[in-house]
């Protein structure tokens, strides 16, 4: 989550001209949403970003998320068995990046309104922000710092 979080703090102050404390002010409302989506677990970050700002995420393959019911709570209503729900979970860390990104987007659409369009946009800017730090926390931490005066231990997001 953090780096998904860095990466997009990053291109809001080189791109968008948001502040330090407008960013504290995403992130806060960011959580929110995590704990509005973890009260119902007929709810997933995927499928709420979706219905709200029509934005269909896929895997690396393309595959949509509509075609994995725990993504896709519509399709599969049913209560998990133990092993199940297990499968389930390490079924879900294929797609933690693209949950978190969607936790952003959301946010974004909930608190300035923004369209598919923008969140299209900052999150192709992300991802070579990402791509640049070679997926590295450490390294993306400093070119946060280097480049935009950012320290990401000033957040929450930092923990």
Not at 13 to 23: D, V
Not at 42 to 53: H, K, Q, T, Y
């Amino acid at each position: 989550m953090a780096l998904i979080n860095l990466s997009g703090a990053i291109v809001l102050i080189e791109s968008f001209g948001w502040t330090k404390e407008k960013i504290k002010e995403l992130f806060d409302k960011e959580e929110e949403l995590l704990k509005e989506c973890s009260k119902d677990h007929n709810l997933s970050l995927i499928s709420m970003f979706d219905n709200e700002c029509d934005i269909e995420l896929t895997n690396r393959e393309g595959v949509s998320y509509k075609d994995f019911g725990y993504l896709n709570i519509e399709k599969e209503k049913w209560e998990y068995t133990a092993p199940q729900w297990l499968q389930m979970r390490q079924n879900q860390k294929q797609w933690l990046g693209a949950m978190f990104t969607a936790a952003i987007g959301l946010t974004l659409h909930r608190m300035e309104g923004w369209n598919d369009e923008d969140i299209a946009k900052l999150v192709q800017k992300m991802q070579k922000v990402k791509e640049n730090c070679s997926y590295d926390m450490k390294k993306m931490s400093e070119y946060a710092k280097e480049k935009v005066n950012f320290d990401a231990k000033e957040l929450k997001m930092a923990a």
